[in-house]
């Protein structure tokens, strides 16, 4: 099994291990390990290709689809739909564009690694620099982004009564259960990935859906 291949299995283990929390604020600070996890692993590859290393296109394009489907049409939709509104709505914090323009910009540079990958030619140091390049600014970003989320959206979370809490939890786990297709659809096609490429994941015992992000 190749480097690339061990480094997004890491990645799928962290997010097996993690535990769906009750409370909303816990959750979507869970979510934010994730991304951190989903950065470090973008960063150790951005220094693999930096030394010559072949950009591996399949695993690239595996945590590109999971920086869409789990960050941008789970997390960040979860923010922007239902999170922000209701925040500014009780004249908690005023309206967040800003944030809506890092989600925004965040969006652009997936993209953008999603199409350099795809361009990439086997054993073209050029390739494997772009690819560095860009991959080190969406690390970057992303991590800048995650600590002005978590001084803003999340600190104000805090201040919210018992009632709102109970109220703003009921829309958070209705919203995850729509999603959970979308994060099922990722991981059966990590394990097809996987199969071809020699990986595999290890037996576990059976997990609770109510304790796990999917199973």
């Not at 965040?106 to 620099?129: F, H, K, Q």
């Not at 970003?141 to 109220?167: C, K, M, N, P």
Request: net charge negative.
């Amino acid at each position: 099994m190749s480097d690339w291949i061990s480094e997004l299995l890491t990645v799928q283990e962290q997010i097996r291990k993690e535990t769906v929390f009750d409370d909303p604020i816990e959750r979507l600070l869970q979510e934010h390990r994730i991304i951190a996890a989903l950065t470090c692993t973008l960063e150790v590859w951005s220094m693999r290709a930096e030394d010559g290393d072949e950009v591996d296109v399949e695993c690239v394009d595996a945590l590109v689809n999971l920086l869409t489907e789990f960050v941008d049409e789970v997390h960040h939709e979860k923010e922007e739909s239902l999170l922000m509104p209701q925040l500014v709505a009780l004249g908690l914090m005023p309206e967040q564009e800003d944030l809506r323009a890092e989600h925004q910009h965040e969006r652009y540079l997936v993209g953008a690694l999603r199409y350099l990958t795809r361009l990439a030619e086997p054993d073209d140091p050029l390739s494997s620099r772009r690819f560095a390049t860009l991959a080190r600014e969406l690390v970057a970003f992303q991590r800048a982004h995650l600590e002005s989320e978590t001084r803003g959206i999340y600190g104000v979370l805090e201040r919210l009564d018992e009632g709102r809490r109970a109220a703003l939890k009921r829309e958070l786990q209705a919203f995850d259960r729509r999603k959970e297709p979308v994060l099922r659809a990722w991981r059966a096609r990590l394990e097809r990935l996987l199969e071809r490429r020699g990986g595999s994941l290890e037996e576990r015992p059976p997990t609770e859906p109510a304790t796990a992000i999917w199973a």
